[in-house]
């Protein structure tokens, strides 16, 4: 499969896309997968059971979430953490994991069964791969998010079973929820599914029911219970085929309430109910100790009585069938739900020729599972033990529904919440769900054309689902910018509304709204604040920070190009100018110069007092232009290191110019220019003064490149060693003599001229006026 474009979001189903069974579904967005449950398909046995693993290559896999325990969702995982590639992690909720592991040890022991059965070897995984990946699964607690590598999730209660759960998955802003199997009914130990706080993009919701209505709950269990005492009383035998955890728990609530009930009416322990499950024996202490995570209704039954609801006064345990005293009316609830195999087909083969015998199916059957074939009412069934030999059906067949998936009123309601522009569905036949996808497009028909238009798919297993993404961005402020917007909300100011782009660059300079809320009537308003937007790509997270704090929050970023522009006020003549910054760069380019000011300087005798104000451009550097026109010079260069440093080094002179003494002495024109003849002479009169001035001029000029290698003022009043200085530029390099005023090595001819320029300015500069 190619690499998704970086906006196209892709599903991807392996399993229980138009079908019910093996659900296992992927998520790509911004190159990170996400893999939606691990199932087994309940009417296959071994490879056959498995989603299509080949068609997807798992070692993409960032993490695997597991809605819930049950093997149509869970069975295949430790298959695929030990037998393929898959390096992902794994998470479920913590009941969850805690029957996942019962279950599957019992799951590796049927399949075993029935693998020495068929003489064939078809074991997905052994004991000895669900201990070793056992331990790799990771817990989520329910209303908790997890963030996997930019990938955030959080776990909802679903309702369906113990532990089980709904996941919204957050990728750079775009947000998934996966219903996973979810029942939106208050039933009598789980709470009801939940709508998460947050929108979603993308809804992936099961549609197991279709268009299908459930009774209410009332008659339901008013039906099950009167159709279970009238044929017990009639001395008929009752079998309940249940999935081992989950409804068989619910159920027995519903029964031994009633067998509670009404014992006198049942001869008062003469009737007994059994359940067949080592398996449900075990994990009762699991339901005990998630009591807290049921609803309100078991826990007060649990704090009040101080005694385990799940431990049932009128229902027995049945270790194996052997033990089984089977000599009048009972009631038996037995697993697999399906009739498959194990100890409820046995009993089904038992019972079934008798017509006084019934079946009551409470869960979902799968299409072809015994289950389903016996909705049929056929005359006979084919024995699981010896396929050549057949049993003859002539006891009741019932059904009536527990099974905690929505019906499509719930399942409505519910997305109408969600209010998703997108939804996929899974976990149905195609027959339903093609029914449920054209109820939901009549329901969301006056959308059609309109930017809230609801798209529907029913993809196929290994059929893309591909959808596009503007790619909506959110934006976290940091630092000092959430103060600016904490006066933007207490400020009585207009506010435009705000603009959000799509960002191209890691960082830029943009605009965002910020801080929405709601206003007293209603409206959104909105606050303009500037900052910079700064992307992580591997997160997604977006920061919008204010310049000033840039470097704090993100010092690994660095910075764009920048025009910059610093205007200062001159009170001298252009023509000084020109000469200090001569002095200071050497050649210097005239680009406007009007009154011809640059060329005054070479005449000898120029009288500088009269000249007419205009306007002189030069370039310095090649790359800041310096703008004089009457009292203001405008300085323009690209932000960077060095034209930064030279753009201060010229304002400092632009802001000097008019005190320098050379410039007194040039305007003043006391004195003649001297030719620096004297220099050895000027050495003479107080060294160490003058030395400090002239390196004083150089510390200006160069900042932190130049060194003075000079100790203290004695040490060079007792001595006959020289005293120097060194500028260091990158590579380039020149050591200047102060004691004799002469470079005395340099690298770089640039560089020499420069040093040069100072030093003359500097003898300038501590020439005793005359
Ligand atoms: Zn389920
Ligand atoms: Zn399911």
Redo the contacts with the bound molecule.
Sequence with gaps: MEQPRSNSFKFFSLGGSNEVGRSSHMLQYKNKTVMLDAGVHPAYQGYASLPFYDEFDLSKVDILLIS?F?V??AASLPYVMQKTNFQGRVFMTHPTKAIYRWLLRDFVRVTSIGNSATGKDENLYTDEDLAESFDRIETIDYHSTVDVGGIKFTAYHAG??LG?AMFQIEIAGLRVLFT??YSRELDRHLNSAEVPPFPSDVLIVESTFGTATHEPRINRERKLTQLIHSTVTKGGRVLLPVFAL?RAQELMLILDEYWSQHAEELGSGQVPIYYASNLARKCMSVFQTYVNMMNDNIRRKFRDSQTNPFVFKNISYLKNIDEFQDFGPSVMLASPGMLQNGLSREILERWCPEDKNLVLITGYSVEGTMAKFLMLEPDTIPSINNPEITVPRRCQIEEISFAAHVDFQENLEFIEKISAPNIVLVHGESNPMGRLKSALLSNFASLKGTDQEVHVYNPRNCVEVNLEFKGIKVAKAVGNIVDEIQRGETAEVKREPAKVESLPETAQEEQSNQGEREHPNGAEEEIVVSGILVSDEKNFDLNLVSLTDLREHHNKLSTTVLRERQTVHVDCKKELIYWHLCQMFGDIEVLEDPSNVTNMLKEEDHDFSNETEDKLVLQIMSDIKLIAVDNSATLEWTQGLISDAVADSVIAILMSVDSAPASVKMTSRSCDSHNHQNVEELIQQDPVWKIKQISKLFQEQFGDSFTLLMNKDEDYKKNDEDISGIITIGKNMARVNFSQLKIEECNSNPLKGRVEQILNMGIDLVAPLC
């Design positions: 819930h049950h149509d969702h369906h079973v089980a996973g199997d989950g």
